[in-house]
């Protein structure tokens, strides 16, 4: 390898799985292998849903093993959830899943204290029932000295040093984004100590080096320093979109899909908070200003109930259903919990009056249908809502394999999307690495390496834009 290419260890963490994959990068080059991927299954136990935290650093370790030498690592992650340590920095116990029952109503509850608008206006987070504010309201806390975001706490047990990463601290609903620092007076007001967080660091800052142990477990030569990325998987695809200028939005596809825009400020107008959309921090200053959507999760949750079919053949069949029959609500939470997902859409479309998908094809056309659809309306209100007019719709993550959820989406937006890349997140988290030692100029240089070295897929809009305002208003009940 030549001494102006270094590799990089992206430690890419998905509700679903987990991935370590390699970034080789030079001047002129940026290539991505996968050295480890293994399952992400979370375990209900007697008193919820939880993590399996373990299997999970176990997985970090074979694929840091699998990846050899590399000159840094990087993680990110999925955002919101937390590991909580006593004063002697063990683990108290296995995280809380996000999408265990434990917050249900205490949102209700904080908004006595703090009305949401208030919330809104000073956080700049969109409504979830399990934002970190309310999982920490929720929470018992006696005997945790310290709170540990799930990237950094896969760091301290790698390094033995802590740190709260920006990107994903702005996703607690406690950090202020006009400030990009706490929010003292709501963790004050509804009783969060602050204290229980490391200190804030930003993308690019050292981590720390590997444990000795660690090395000697994965086979790794030292000194092998640990990056802070931006640990939000969602900021490093952000980081990875193939964008130049600023006139585009994104929709980073997998289990949610977030769509938005990258801009220079909040957006903390009531009418932003009615619209529910989010302004987390990004890279270099950047708010990503985005709703979430339930995402392919609706879908997944299907074909787990339906054995697992061929996803291609599946895909297949949707594509030759009637399009826009049946349309649900992408976003609505009653699509959150896991469990008898075909139903709950066949339910949905029952009780909006429209005809009921009975076939696995036919919910899955009604699934990339309704995706595509709050795919438009966000792309649409975000653009209202910022004032900030776009000209192309930039697709990345495993979204991009579905060519009938791009093509839609196209459809739907009537924009040009550009599909890619598919590893959003650990390109990103590569690229903030290599910047960080110096390989990488800045964001638009980065995001101008990833234009000539990646593989990008173009879909024009094709058909009526009419029958998707159509199906829109149906949605809406007009």
């Given at each position: 390898?030549?001494?102006?290419?270094?590799?990089?260890?992206?430690?890419?963490?998905?509700?679903?799985?987990?991935?370590?994959?390699?970034?080789?990068?030079?001047?002129?080059?940026?290539?991505?292998?996968?050295?480890?991927?293994?399952?992400?299954?979370?375990?209900?136990?007697?008193?919820?849903?939880?993590?399996?935290?373990?299997?999970?650093?176990?997985?970090?370790?074979?694929?840091?093993?699998?990846?050899?030498?590399?000159?840094?690592?990087?993680?990110?992650?999925?955002?919101?959830?937390?590991?909580?340590?006593?004063?002697?920095?063990?683990?108290?116990?296995?995280?809380?899943?996000?999408?265990?029952?434990?917050?249900?109503?205490?949102?209700?509850?904080?908004?006595?204290?703090?009305?949401?608008?208030?919330?809104?206006?000073?956080?700049?987070?969109?409504?979830?029932?399990?934002?970190?504010?309310?999982?920490?309201?929720?929470?018992?806390?006696?005997?945790?000295?310290?709170?540990?975001?799930?990237?950094?706490?896969?760091?301290?047990?790698?390094?033995?040093?802590?740190?709260?990463?920006?990107?994903?601290?702005?996703?607690?609903?406690?950090?202020?984004?006009?400030?990009?620092?706490?929010?003292?007076?709501?963790?004050?007001?509804?009783?969060?100590?602050?204290?229980?967080?490391?200190?804030?660091?930003?993308?690019?800052?050292?981590?720390?080096?590997?444990?000795?142990?660690?090395?000697?477990?994965?086979?790794?030569?030292?000194?092998?320093?640990?990056?802070?990325?931006?640990?939000?998987?969602?900021?490093?695809?952000?980081?990875?979109?193939?964008?130049?200028?600023?006139?585009?939005?994104?929709?980073?596809?997998?289990?949610?899909?977030?769509?938005?825009?990258?801009?220079?400020?909040?957006?903390?107008?009531?009418?932003?908070?009615?619209?529910?959309?989010?302004?987390?921090?990004?890279?270099?200053?950047?708010?990503?200003?985005?709703?979430?959507?339930?995402?392919?999760?609706?879908?997944?949750?299907?074909?787990?109930?339906?054995?697992?079919?061929?996803?291609?053949?599946?895909?297949?069949?949707?594509?030759?259903?009637?399009?826009?029959?049946?349309?649900?609500?992408?976003?609505?939470?009653?699509?959150?919990?896991?469990?008898?997902?075909?139903?709950?859409?066949?339910?949905?479309?029952?009780?909006?009056?429209?005809?009921?998908?009975?076939?696995?094809?036919?919910?899955?056309?009604?699934?990339?249908?309704?995706?595509?659809?709050?795919?438009?309306?966000?792309?649409?209100?975000?653009?209202?809502?910022?004032?900030?007019?776009?000209?192309?719709?930039?697709?990345?993550?495993?979204?991009?394999?579905?060519?009938?959820?791009?093509?839609?989406?196209?459809?739907?937006?009537?924009?040009?999307?550009?599909?890619?890349?598919?590893?959003?997140?650990?390109?990103?988290?590569?690229?903030?690495?290599?910047?960080?030692?110096?390989?990488?100029?800045?964001?638009?240089?980065?995001?101008?390496?990833?234009?000539?070295?990646?593989?990008?897929?173009?879909?024009?809009?094709?058909?009526?834009?009419?029958?998707?305002?159509?199906?829109q208003d149906r949605l809406a009940g007009h």
């Amino acid at each position: 390898m030549s001494a102006s290419v270094k590799s990089y260890a992206a430690v890419d963490l998905g509700a679903s799985s987990g991935r370590v994959m390699v970034g080789r990068v030079g001047p002129d080059s940026l290539e991505l292998s996968e050295a480890h991927r293994f399952v992400n299954r979370p375990v209900r136990v007697p008193e919820g849903l939880r993590w399996d935290i373990l299997s999970l650093y176990g997985g970090v370790l074979d694929g840091l093993r699998a990846a050899g030498q590399v000159d840094s690592v990087g993680i990110d992650s999925w955002a919101v959830d937390y590991g909580l340590l006593d004063a002697d920095g063990a683990l108290l116990g296995n995280p809380v899943h996000y999408r265990d029952s434990r917050t249900e109503g205490v949102a209700q509850k904080v908004w006595a204290t703090v009305p949401a608008p208030e919330l809104y206006a000073a956080t700049g987070l969109q409504y979830a029932p399990f934002n970190t504010l309310y999982q920490l309201v929720a929470d018992r806390l006696s005997g945790a000295q310290r709170l540990l975001l799930i990237p950094d706490l896969l760091t301290y047990w790698l390094t033995g040093e802590q740190g709260t990463e920006l990107t994903n601290a702005s996703t607690t609903q406690l950090i202020d984004p006009r400030t990009r620092a706490w929010s003292y007076d709501i963790a004050e007001r509804v009783g969060i100590d602050l204290a229980l967080f490391a200190p804030l660091r930003q993308p690019g800052d050292p981590a720390g080096l590997l444990r000795p142990e660690v090395l000697e477990e994965t086979g790794l030569r030292g000194p092998v320093p640990v990056t802070a990325v931006g640990s939000h998987d969602t900021a490093s695809a952000v980081a990875a979109v193939p964008a130049s200028g600023e006139r585009f939005a994104y929709i980073c596809t997998g289990t949610w899909s977030l769509a938005g825009l990258e801009l220079d400020a909040p957006v903390l107008t009531e009418e932003s908070r009615a619209a529910n959309f989010t302004n987390e921090l990004g890279l270099d200053g950047t708010v990503r200003y985005l709703r979430n959507i339930m995402g392919l999760w609706l879908l997944q949750e299907c074909v787990r109930a339906w054995g697992d079919p061929d996803l291609g053949e599946l895909l297949q069949a949707a594509a030759k259903v009637p399009a826009l029959r049946s349309v649900v609500d992408a976003g609505d939470a009653m699509f959150l919990a896991p469990g008898r997902m075909p139903e709950r859409i066949a339910e949905a479309c029952r009780a909006s009056g429209q005809p009921v998908p009975v076939s696995p094809a036919e919910v899955t056309r009604c699934i990339l249908d309704s995706l595509a659809l709050a795919h438009r309306k966000a792309v649409d209100d975000a653009q209202r809502l910022a004032g900030h007019p776009v000209d192309v719709v930039h697709v990345v993550g495993g979204g991009t394999r579905n060519a009938l959820l791009c093509q839609l989406t196209a459809d739907a937006c009537g924009l040009p999307v550009v599909a890619g890349p598919t590893e959003a997140a650990a390109l990103g988290n590569v690229l903030v690495q290599a910047r960080a030692h110096g390989l990488v100029s800045d964001l638009a240089g980065g995001r101008e390496l990833l234009t000539r070295t990646q593989p990008l897929t173009r879909y024009v809009p094709q058909g009526d834009s009419a029958r998707w305002r159509e199906a829109q208003d149906r949605l809406a009940g007009h």
